[in-house]
């Protein structure tokens, strides 16, 4: 029972990771331990499975998905995306410095938590995680497209979004927001949780549709790539964490908005009312203007961050279970 109680906490903090723009679902399994393992389980699901299903071998379908690990954890996670939705989002409307302080910090230690197990790490490595920040840096200083609302472009959001829960430093929220389809996603959300509309339930339908057929297809690649290239792989996803902090530095503000009519507005200071932020730019907290800095809170909130992966690495020594597997 307590096994089933973690993996539904773990899922629960992937769940709010995926969220929140700029923190990837996938450095949550990474950080809790459970990549690998959530990997393979995905990649399960193959017609060999349904094959099971379809001739109600249904202990036979569970046990090869591992359904003792996946359904704790799916649950947590659903559990996750709804505290976010309603709770996270309005943290960050209220103390966005201190959340992302707290992200920051969490993402910033567990980037040498993971380069720590990566045994003979030489300069072919290093030279992986400098692709893998580049690479993930690029990424946040592009500017979000225009969405739409067309079920086809719905889907293809959900394929593609969930490409990047799967790669840790790469956020799926965040690759919404390129697209210009994370405040859609997001609000369709929180209508049918809070009004039970059933037409944002459609949308959700669709998204989820695409959601599943990526996650069906990338998991192959990426277990592929394990299996075979498991330094390299750790070392570029390594770099995606690390160049991935751009996105969540905590003292941000906007300098390109989207108005109601679609016209793009520039401004060098923070605009009120019905607009869509398009660009942001890093800031000191003395230059900080979208509000309050809060940045003794966020200090903490970033130490915190850094404590929980410490404390878990410290655990792990401590039990014997230094995980330094990552050698081919």
Known sequence: MLVKILHACRGAAIGLAEVIPGVSGGTLA?????????????????????????????IAAWEKVNGKFLLPLLLGMLVGLVIGILLIS??????????????FGLILASSWYILRRIEGFNLRLALFVGIGILIAYGITTLSPAEGSSAYPAIFLSGSI??????????SGSFILLLM???????????????????????????????????????????????????????????????????????????????????????????????????????????????GP????????AFIAGMAIVLVMDRIEIKNGSDRKTIEK
């Open 293 to 300: 800095a809060f940045t003794v809170a966020v200090i903490m």
């Open 30 to 58: 990474f950080i809790t331990g459970i990549y690998y393992q959530l990997i393979e389980s995905i990649k399960s699901f193959d017609l060999e499975f349904f094959g099971l299903l379809l001739s109600g071998k249904f």
């Open 161 to 170: 979004a969930i490409c990047a829960l799967i790669l840790p430093g790469i």
């Open 180 to 290: 210009g389809m994370y405040t859609l996603i997001l609000s369709e959300a929180r209508s049918f949780i809070q009004f039970r509309d059933f037409d944002a339930l459609l949308v959700l339908v669709v998204f989820t549709a695409g959601a599943l057929l990526g996650l069906l297809i990338f998991t192959r690649l990426i277990s592929w790539l394990l299996n075979h290239y498991q330094k390299t792989v750790y070392a570029l996803l390594c770099g995606f964490m690390i160049g991935s902090l751009n996105a969540i530095w905590p003292w941000r503000d906007p300098v390109l908005f989207l108005d109601a009519e679609g016209n793009i507005i520039p401004s060098a200071v923070p605009l009120t009312g019905d607009f869509k932020v398009l660009q942001e730019v890093n800031k000191w907290p003395a230059d900080y203007m979208s």
């Open 90 to 103: 309005e943290l960050l409307e209220s103390h966005p410095p201190v959340v992302w302080g707290f992200f």
